[in-house]
Structure formats: C-alpha cells, structure tokens
C-alpha cells in the first residue's frame, strides 16, 4: 500500500508545477487572442501541438508554449501589441531574414514564436544552440512539407493546429511521436532536425533586424 502511495504521488504535479500549466495555459489564451486581433496566423506547434493530440493538455513537464508562424505574416505591430498588452520581450533569436524566433514572458512563464520560411517546395523554422564558450550561436533547420491549418477544440477554445496534424507529429518526433520520451534533447532530438554553418553571434540587445 505505502509503494502504491508513493507511485500516486509521483504521477500528481506539484503544486508550483500546476500554477505553472496554468500560466502557460493563460498566456498560450491571450496570446493567441492578440494574434488574431492583429490578423496574424498562428498555430499550435512543437511540444504544445504533442500535449494537445496525444494527451488534449499542456504536457506536465514543459515550461512554455509553442507557436508557428508563417515569417510573411511578421510585423512590428506583433512586438508592439505584446509589449502593450504587458509581456516582455525575453529573446530574440536570429532575425527577419533567417530563423527569427521571439520569446515573449509574463507571470513566470513563456510563450515562444516560430516563425517558419519557405525554401523550395518545403518549409523550415529555426532554432539557435549557443557553440560552446562562444560568442555565437549556430542556426539548426527543422523541415516540413507545407501544410493547411484547421481550427480544433482545446483549452475550452478553438486553436488552429496543421490539417494534417498526426503527420506533422511525425515529420518532427518520429514515429515514436506517441510514447512520452523521459530523456530529450530540444536540438537534435527532432527527426527534422539539421544543422547548418550559419552563425550569428549572441544578441544580449532584444532587437530584430
């Protein structure tokens, strides 16, 4: 009886873990909501989009939320109306013309927005991973075949997700998309995942350019 106890209270979160889902949830609501008031597309993507198809939540273990977007739909309006509505803006990664991607907080919590780029027939977003005691951060592409948005019950609102979702799934978990990974690495973990010799160096200034 004692060791069924204690596998419960391993499976419950903690009581600062589930303040956080619900930051993330609230900021993940009105940040979508700010989008769309500013005619901006945005979908649920990565780690957001997996916690709504496999388990209709916010994964238990992640610390923020997950949006794409499509990089001709960017405007400074987009900065202007986060910044008016209270986030500060905590990252700025690459920039307008390769892999941006802006990380915005408020309440302990962040939303983060990919934007993806069409290159050929196919679409990318990136990521930067700093180089080791360096001064600069090398771009990783991550791959998709391009896709159609529908709109989908989550949260108690409709967010828009990949048409396709379970094969987006695929294109960047893999196959094993459906089983909960203890161990990730957010770089190179993703089936989609490569790398490339772009380098920009560490923006300490919260700019794009």
Not at 108 to 126: M, N
Request: with cysteine.
């Amino acid at each position: 009886m004692k060791l069924f106890q204690r596998l419960l209270r391993r499976k419950q979160p903690r009581p600062q873990q589930s303040l956080l889902v619900a930051e993330i949830v609230r900021n993940l609501i009105d940040g979508c909501d700010l989008l769309i008031d500013l005619g901006v597309r945005a979908w649920l993507t990565d780690g957001t989009l997996l916690g709504y198809y496999r388990e209709q939540r916010i994964l238990q273990h992640d610390q923020d939320a997950d949006l794409g977007l499509f990089i001709e739909d960017y405007s400074d309006r987009i900065l202007a109306g986060f910044k008016n509505a209270g986030w500060e803006l905590d990252h700025v990664f690459g920039n307008i013309e390769c892999g941006l991607q802006l990380s915005f907080l408020r309440n302990g919590s962040k939303l983060d927005l990919f934007f993806f780029y069409p290159e050929g027939d196919r679409l990318w977003h990136g990521a930067w991973k700093a180089e080791p005691k360096g001064k600069f951060r090398k771009l990783i592409k991550y791959y998709y075949e391009p896709f159609e948005l529908r709109m989908v019950d989550f949260l108690g609102r409709q967010f828009a997700v990949p048409a396709d979702t379970e094969q987006y799934l695929v294109t960047k978990y893999g196959e094993g998309w459906a089983v909960e990974q203890r161990e990730w690495d957010w770089a190179f973990g993703p089936s989609n995942a490569i790398a490339t010799e772009i380098r920009l160096p560490r923006n300490k200034k919260k700019k794009v350019s």
